[in-house]
């Protein structure tokens, strides 16, 4: 189900996948089966999202992410794709950010550029993820560390 007043212009969402109102969705994401995109999520040309991902109000999916099966993005997190941005640079890289099978990333937390975020991970709220996080480890704070297994 793709909501009205949502603008949606990818082919690959499939009819099992929800996006919510005021969704903006570029021509070129991949959205997997059972997804719910919700209300107020931007998602570009370079995204792939697998099968049962939930991606919560006020986030920004940018060129270069990949969320792989399962994934629980929380609220107002913020991904990058350029580690030294600056506007009209001719020198820009994108810079690839994967979220592993099963990982979820709390509420406002943000995840730098070019970071890998292990299978079934867990990102405290408000974390600021500046390194890889491995399999099964929950990190927080800001910068991001370890604080146990799950």
Same mark, same amino acid.
């Given at each position: 189900m793709i909501h009205p007043l949502s603008d949606c212009k990818s082919s690959n969402v499939p009819l099992s996948t929800n996006v919510w109102q005021f969704c903006v969705v570029f021509p070129g994401? @991949?959205?997997g089966e059972?997804? !719910?995109i919700c209300a107020n999520v931007l998602i570009e040309n370079e995204v792939t999202i697998g099968n049962n991902v939930t991606v919560k109000s006020g986030v920004q999916l940018w060129d270069g992410v990949t969320l792989e099966? !399962?994934?629980c993005i929380g609220p107002n997190v913020t991904f990058t794709n350029d580690l030294f941005p600056r506007s009209k640079n001719p020198?820009?890289?994108l810079k690839r950010t994967v979220v592993? @099978? *099963?990982a979820?990333? *709390?509420a406002n937390a943000t995840i730098l550029a070019g970071i890998t975020i292990g299978e079934d991970a867990m990102i405290g709220a408000g974390s600021v993820v500046t390194k890889d996080?491995?399999?099964d480890e929950v990190w927080v704070g800001n910068p991001a560390r370890f604080l146990r297994e799950v």
């Amino acid at each position: 189900m793709i909501h009205p007043l949502s603008d949606c212009k990818s082919s690959n969402v499939p009819l099992s996948t929800n996006v919510w109102q005021f969704c903006v969705v570029f021509p070129g994401a @991949k959205i997997g089966e059972h997804c !719910n995109i919700c209300a107020n999520v931007l998602i570009e040309n370079e995204v792939t999202i697998g099968n049962n991902v939930t991606v919560k109000s006020g986030v920004q999916l940018w060129d270069g992410v990949t969320l792989e099966d !399962n994934v629980c993005i929380g609220p107002n997190v913020t991904f990058t794709n350029d580690l030294f941005p600056r506007s009209k640079n001719p020198d820009w890289e994108l810079k690839r950010t994967v979220v592993r @099978k *099963g990982a979820s990333v *709390g509420a406002n937390a943000t995840i730098l550029a070019g970071i890998t975020i292990g299978e079934d991970a867990m990102i405290g709220a408000g974390s600021v993820v500046t390194k890889d996080v491995p399999a099964d480890e929950v990190w927080v704070g800001n910068p991001a560390r370890f604080l146990r297994e799950v």
